[in-house]
């Protein structure tokens, strides 16, 4: 099963990278857990609509899987995106370490992704971010923000 695990998680960002963000989605549960810093935590759908919202708006992604493994059920991965932030245009470089775990199908039933938020803000929203991109007055209409683009995503992707 490590092995499976291991080519899971590297067809997840083999995914990513071609911008198939409904081939991530297949590789998760119905009932995944996601968090990271900009979503917080999504359940289920919602964690595969974000990667179908943000596959479908990005501008000249390249992601690199830098490292992965996989021992039994969980798995972790250091991944590169390398992007145009959507709403600045400002070109962003975003190192993040993910952990996994699988169920018992192979499929990633829980997903973390870290990455250094203040340094992030700093590339995405420029001086904002630099000068306050560690303290809430940033932090928290970004995640506001967000979670309304996610809510609109499916609410428009929602079928008739």
Not at 79 to 91: D, E, P, S
């Amino acid at each position: 099963m490590t092995a499976d695990n291991a080519a899971t998680i590297r067809a997840f960002y083999e995914a990513f990278g071609r911008g198939d963000g409904a081939a991530m989605e297949a590789l998760y549960t119905s009932d995944v857990r996601f968090s990271d810093p900009v979503f917080g935590e999504l359940r289920g759908p919602r964690a595969g609509a974000m990667w179908r919202m943000l596959t479908g708006s990005a501008q000249d992604l390249r992601v690199e899987l830098a490292e992965h493994a996989a021992d039994g059920d969980t798995g972790s991965a250091r991944w590169i995106a390398h992007y145009a932030f959507t709403r600045t245009g400002r070109k962003v470089v975003n190192d993040v370490r993910a952990t996994f775990r699988f169920a018992p199908d192979g499929r990633i039933a829980e997903h973390d992704d870290r990455f250094h938020l203040w340094r992030w803000t700093r590339q995405a929203l420029g001086p904002s971010g630099l000068l306050l991109g560690w303290s809430p007055v940033v932090r928290a209409p970004l995640r506001k923000q967000a979670a309304a683009s996610l809510d609109a995503f499916c609410a428009q992707d929602a079928p008739a």
